[in-house]
Every structure is written in structure tokens, then in C-alpha cells.
């Protein structure tokens, strides 16, 4: 076994476990480049170092300086960038775009964050809302306060994004004033433990503010104490399990689930072929089948289209699609990798088939074989970009049930109206985001109206901010990411919606000079 162990870095020092665990394995080619394991690794101890040490050192500073801390972490990330992105490309089966992609938005987050925290100045209690006189008298006064708890934030992060959902989580914790242990999924981790070698090796945070798990999580859960928090992305299945273990239910540890979503685009009836608008949709229709292969929980996965233009919008996606380069990342004028591990490729190809029953292959599809550029034959996780249409919008099911987590995504034809298209995007039982690509105000309104409680995040596409907008499936730092039932119920990021998720709201009650005494 040549390929480099991963250590994680549990208590001040890294460690690596005593059996020789499972690969890490690049995708476009097959070959093993590292391996991970956490067997005999003391889990417990290391969230209790972080809880004691960790925690202190970060109470001790004002919102400012742990900004601060956030800003050292962004400057050394971005000094290993070029190499943070060549282990996403190794690892990930991720284009140098899609690379990019998660790293950048990882030191975009943090920098958004340092920005937060400079902005909050130098306290250590965040008010919540004005206060409120509570008796006849204003002497007795009210005021909630935010203030962090005291344990640890276990952050366990999906396989897509090893960079961007570390940062996301680990900015809002820190700036909150809780330690982090993450634990990455092990088939992508090398991204993950190269970034935290990078901090570690940078000295930027304090001891015990950041631990790494690389491999299973062993006792992870077990260990959990009630001061702790449990932020956690991933698919469903996993969520349901963390969010039932019995120490996080007998405990009521708080989980954020971040799961599955059958995002939408609805095209309003106003969008013509060739106008502004319709490029935007094309545009990002487009990059979400197909950014990260599809692998993105924002990607859109259902398609309305009013059924007048459905034909010209398939033959302008077709065009679109087609042009895709897929291929080793290696290879520079590839623009779309392979899936990232052997069971994704399995699960994709069983997610089409099951789509199969209710759709008919506009493009791509699981019987045409792969052309894939900078690799020989057979080799590599690679799956087609595949175009499906509904046969019956009325009577589909699979396609408001089941997330494909790849380059596939189904049209499905509806009448035009926004009371229609409300009700089949609520079909999809919640989702991170849909997008409403539109000019017309009428038809925006009743689709806001109809789609917003189903939804976290509402994209209102206008042919207006063609040129002025990240997509739908970028996930800002300054706007909440989560949504509704199956997307998990959770919610990040948004400025400091998603720091007070590690921090326990109290409300004061007392004499009110006091009260402002020893909260400003
Ligand atoms: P997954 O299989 O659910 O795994 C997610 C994470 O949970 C991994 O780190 C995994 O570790 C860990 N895990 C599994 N069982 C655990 C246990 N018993 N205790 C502690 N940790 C455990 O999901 P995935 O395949 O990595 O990610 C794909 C899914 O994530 C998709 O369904 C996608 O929609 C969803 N996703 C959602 C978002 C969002 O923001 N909503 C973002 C990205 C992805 P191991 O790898 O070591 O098993």
C-alpha cells in the first residue's frame, strides 16, 4: 500500500487509525490515491478537548476577533488554493470549474463571515430584538440574548462539497463561538483533510477550536453531550438516522438536517424563444444538469414548461447539452467529469431507470454509451447527461419522489398557469430551491405566493439579471440554505440566522440598567 494514509487531527495532533480502512479513489481513472481510517482513534476525547479547550479560547474573544480568526482562516485557505482545487480534481472527479467552484465558496463564506464579525464589533453578547418593559414600571425589563453553548459542533458533511460545506457550517459555528469537529465523507476526504493540514499548519485558530475526523465516524454520536450541536448534510436516509439516534433524542442535541431536494424551474408562459429571459433559463438549466455533473443539492431536477413552448425548449437544451465536453478533469477542454464514487454511478443509473418508467429520453440516457474524453474505454464512473420528459404531467409520481443525484433532469409540460405549476412544484414535498423565470409580475406573484412555503429559497429569474446572477444553484452566504420536509427542514447560512443556530437564546428579566449594563 503505497498511496498515503489520511490522519485525522483530534486533540492538538494527528492520528491515524490501526486497520488499513477504505479508499479514497480518483474517479476518472479508478486508481487508489489515499486511504482512511479512524479505527482505535479516541472520538470521545477529542470532543471533550474541543468542548473544554476550544470553547474557552473562543469565549474569550469579542464577535470581532473570532471575525478575525475567520478572515486568517480565508488568507490561508486562498494561499493553498491552486492545491486545494488540484485535490478536488483529483479526488472529486470535479472540472477545474467545478473545482473552483467549492473552493472559492468556501473562502467567499469565510470572507463573508470575517466581514459579519468585524460588523458586530467588540462584544460578546448578541441582543435579540429590542428589549421590552415587563412590569407597570420600565424598571423591570425584558431582553432576549444570544449566547454560545457550551459544547462542540459536530459537522458532518455530504461527499459534493468538501470545501464549501466545511466553511459554511465551520463560520457560522466559530463566529457563534463554538468549537468545530467535522468530519468529512470519507469517499471525498482528501480535499477536506488537505484544507484543515492548510489551517492547521498555518496556525490561525486557537487550540482545539478545530478537529478532524477523516473515515467512519465511530462513536460520533454516541458521544454527544446536550450543549452540543449537530449540523448535518446528506441524504435523507441518513438524516432520519442521525436525527433518531437515541443520545441526540435523550439529550435533544439540536440537528440541522440539510438533505435531498427535487428542485424546480418553472418557465412562465411570457418567455419566448431567443429573449433575454429564455437564455437565462437555457443558461441555467443547463449548468445545473451539468455543474459537478449534477452532483449539487440545489440542482434543478423538474422542468415545467408550458406545453405551448415545451418543443422549442427541448430542441434549444438538446443544442446546449450537446455541446458538453465529457471526460477525465484532467483533460483541459473537458467540461463535465465523471460521478464521484462507483456507488453514485450505481445509484444514478438505477435513479434513470426508475424515472424511465414515466418519461421518454429527450437526450442522453443510460442505453448510450459515454464518450469520454482523456480515458481508455469502460474506464471511470462516467453516466450520459440525460434530458427526460414526462409522458402524463398529471399522472407522474417517480418525478416529485425520487432525486437522481447526477446529470439528469426531467421536463415535465404544464398549462401555463401559476396555480398549476404551484401545486406540482409542492408535489416535490419541500425543496432547497425553485426558480421562477418570468417578466410578468401577475404570474410571479401568485407563483411566489403558491411555491414560497414549499421552498427555502424562491430564484426569481427575469431576463433583467442576465448578466447579474450566480444561478439558482449557488448557495450565498448572505441568503439562507435549507428548506421544508424532504429537503431536511433545516436551515444556514443567511448572515446571522445561521450563527444563532449555535447559540442558546435566554431571555433576561431584571432591573433594566442592569440588564444594559451587562449585555452592551
Ligand atoms: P450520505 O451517505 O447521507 O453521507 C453524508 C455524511 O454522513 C457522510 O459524511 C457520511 O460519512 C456520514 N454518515 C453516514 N452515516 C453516519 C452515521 N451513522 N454517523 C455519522 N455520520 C454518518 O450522503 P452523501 O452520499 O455523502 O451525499 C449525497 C446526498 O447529500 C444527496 O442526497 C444530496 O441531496 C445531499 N446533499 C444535500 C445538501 C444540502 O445542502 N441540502 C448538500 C449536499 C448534498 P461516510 O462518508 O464516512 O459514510
Same mark, same amino acid.
Given at each position: *500500500? $503505497? ?39 479516541d472520538i470521545g476525547g477529542a470532543l471533550e ?6 470553547? +474557552?479560547?473562543? !469565549? ?26 488540484? $485535490?478536488? *480534481? ?78 459554511? &457550517? ?19 476526504? %482528501? ?35 446536550? =450543549? ?12 432520519? !438516522?442521525?436525527? =433518531? ?15 435531498? @431536494? ?12 431567443? @429573449? ?19 452532483? &449539487? ?22 443544442? !446546449? ?10 483533460? &483541459? ?9 462507483? +456507488? ?17 429520453? *429527450? ?21 450520459p447527461i440525460t434530458l427526460l420528459k414526462s ?39 419541500? $425543496? ?8 410578468? &409580475?401577475?404570474?410571479?406573484? +401568485?407563483?411566489?405566493? #403558491? ?10 429569474? $427575469?431576463?433583467?439579471?442576465?448578466? %447579474?446572477?450566480? #444561478?439558482p444553484g449557488t448557495v450565498l452566504p448572505q ?24 447559540? +442558546? !437564546?435566554? @431571555? ?13
Open positions: *500500500m $503505497s498511496e498515503p494514509r489520511l490522519e485525522s487531527y483530534l486533540q492538538g495532533r494527528w492520528a491515524v487509525g490501526t486497520q488499513k480502512g477504505s479508499p479514497l479513489v480518483n474517479p476518472a481513472t479508478e486508481e487508489v490515491i489515499a486511504w482512511t481510517d479512524t479505527s482505535g482513534l478537548f474541543a468542548r473544554v479547550r476550544g470553547g +474557552q479560547n473562543l !469565549r474569550d474573544l469579542s464577535f470581532k476577533e473570532r471575525g478575525k480568526l475567520l478572515g486568517s482562516m480565508r488568507e490561508a485557505l486562498h494561499g493553498a488554493r491552486e492545491a486545494l482545487i488540484d $485535490s478536488a *480534481m483529483l479526488n472529486g472527479g470535479c472540472t477545474r470549474g467545478d473545482a473552483k467552484f467549492d473552493v472559492d465558496g468556501a473562502i467567499g463564506t469565510l470572507a463573508a463571515y470575517a466581514e459579519l464579525g468585524e460588523s458586530l464589533g467588540d462584544v460578546d453578547v448578541l441582543l435579540d430584538g429590542e428589549g421590552v418593559q415587563l412590569g407597570r414600571s420600565p424598571k423591570f425589563w425584558g431582553q432576549h440574548v444570544y449566547l454560545p453553548r457550551r459544547g462542540v459542533a459536530v459537522l458532518i458533511n455530504a461527499f459534493n462539497f468538501p470545501a464549501w460545506g466545511f466553511a459554511e &457550517k465551520a463560520a457560522c459555528a466559530i463566529l457563534a463561538g463554538m468549537p468545530v469537529v467535522t468530519k468529512p465523507a470519507s469517499a471525498t476526504s %482528501h480535499t477536506a483533510h488537505l484544507l484543515t493540514k492548510v489551517l492547521v499548519d498555518a496556525n490561525v485558530l486557537p487550540e482545539g477550536v478545530m478537529s478532524l475526523i477523516c473515515g467512519a465516524p465511530g462513536e460520533l454520536l454516541e458521544r454527544l453531550a446536550s =450543549q452540543d450541536v449537530l449540523a448535518f448534510t446528506g441524504s435523507a436516509v441518513t438524516g432520519r !438516522r442521525l436525527r =433518531q439516534h437515541p443520545v441526540v433524542v435523550e439529550k435533544s442535541v439540536p440537528v440541522n438536517v440539510e438533505a435531498d @431536494s427535487l428542485n424546480a424551474a418553472v418557465l412562465g408562459p411570457d418567455a419566448e424563444l431567443g @429573449s433575454d429571459l429564455m437564455q437565462l433559463f437555457l443558461r441555467d438549466v443547463v449548468t445545473d444538469m451539468t455543474q459537478k455533473t449534477g452532483q &449539487k443539492c440545489t440542482a434543478i431536477r423538474r422542468i415545467f414548461v408550458p406545453a405551448a413552448t415545451c418543443d422549442g425548449v427541448i430542441e434549444a437544451l438538446k443544442e !446546449r447539452l450537446a455541446e458538453i465536453v465529457v471526460g477525465n478533469p484532467a483533460q &483541459k477542454e473537458v467540461r463535465m467529469g465523471p460521478l464521484a464514487t462507483q +456507488q453514485q454511478l450505481a445509484d444514478v443509473k438505477e435513479g434513470t431507470r426508475r424515472l424511465r418508467e414515466e418519461s421518454e429520453v *429527450m437526450f442522453g440516457g443510460a442505453d448510450q454509451p459515454v464518450k469520454a474524453v482523456g480515458v481508455a474505454e469502460g474506464t471511470g464512473y462516467f453516466f409522458r402524463d404531467s398529471a399522472k407522474s409520481a417517480l418525478v416529485h419522489q425520487h432525486e437522481v443525484f447526477g446529470p439528469v433532469a426531467t421536463i415535465v409540460p404544464y398549462d401555463g398557469t401559476a396555480d398549476q405549476a404551484s401545486e406540482l412544484v409542492a408535489r416535490g414535498g419541500g $425543496s432547497l430551491v425553485s426558480s421562477i423565470f418570468t417578466d410578468d &409580475k401577475k404570474f410571479l406573484k +401568485q407563483a411566489m405566493m #403558491g411555491m414560497a412555503p414549499y421552498n427555502g429559497r424562491l430564484y426569481l429569474g $427575469s431576463g433583467k439579471i442576465l448578466d %447579474h446572477t450566480f #444561478g441568503s439562507t440554505h435549507g428548506g421544508p420536509g424532504r429537503a431536511g427542514g433545516g436551515e444556514e447560512l443567511g448572515g446571522i440566522r445561521g450563527v444563532q443556530h449555535f447559540m +442558546q !437564546r435566554t @431571555s433576561l428579566q431584571g432591573y433594566r440598567p442592569l440588564i444594559e449594563k451587562i449585555t452592551t
